[in-house]
């Protein structure tokens, strides 16, 4: 597995326009798009800085998992994102290792990106992401 560099880091926010006056009119990073993932009931935001961005996630149903995120924890970081050459390859390999996943095949996150996550019981109690761009 070849982990490329810190893809981006998800931010949950209670309403990514009020999110925006601190990230964007305080910090002076500029928003470079927003999408909506149905599957994952969220919106993101993508704020590019440096070779990374963070990425604002609210979400887009009572049920969806960063309203389950935000009512447990409150708004702040969800997960950090690596950019991996192969996911596939990378997901076998760390199953070889017995590192416990969320998802055991990759799925479509978020601009365009393959994306899969592994359990924050086994990376330290942080939510991982493993990203592949199409």
């Given at each position: 597995m070849k982990t490329l560099k810190v893809d981006h880091i998800g931010i949950a926010v209670q309403s990514i326009g009020e999110a925006l006056k601190f990230y964007s009119d305080i910090l002076g990073l500029k928003l470079a798009g927003e999408e909506v993932v149905q599957e994952q009931k969220v919106k993101t935001a993508f704020?590019?800085?440096?070779?990374?961005?963070?990425?604002?996630?609210?979400?887009?149903?009572?049920?969806?998992?960063?309203?389950?995120?935000?009512?447990?924890?409150?708004?702040?970081?969800?997960?950090?994102?690596?950019?991996?050459?192969?996911?596939?390859?990378?997901l076998k390999e760390l199953g070889e290792k017995g590192v416990k996943m969320i998802?055991?095949?990759?799925?479509?996150?978020?601009?365009?990106?393959?994306?899969?996550?592994?359990?924050?019981k086994d990376t330290y109690g942080v939510l991982v992401e493993l990203c592949e761009k199409k």
């Open positions: 704020l590019p800085i440096g070779d990374t961005e963070v990425e604002l996630l609210e979400s887009t149903a009572p049920d969806g998992p960063i309203a389950k995120f935000i009512e447990k924890k409150g708004e702040g970081i969800q997960h950090i994102a690596f950019l991996v050459d192969n996911i596939e390859e990378a998802d055991q095949k990759p799925r479509m996150g978020a601009g365009e990106k393959r994306i899969a996550f592994l359990h924050p």
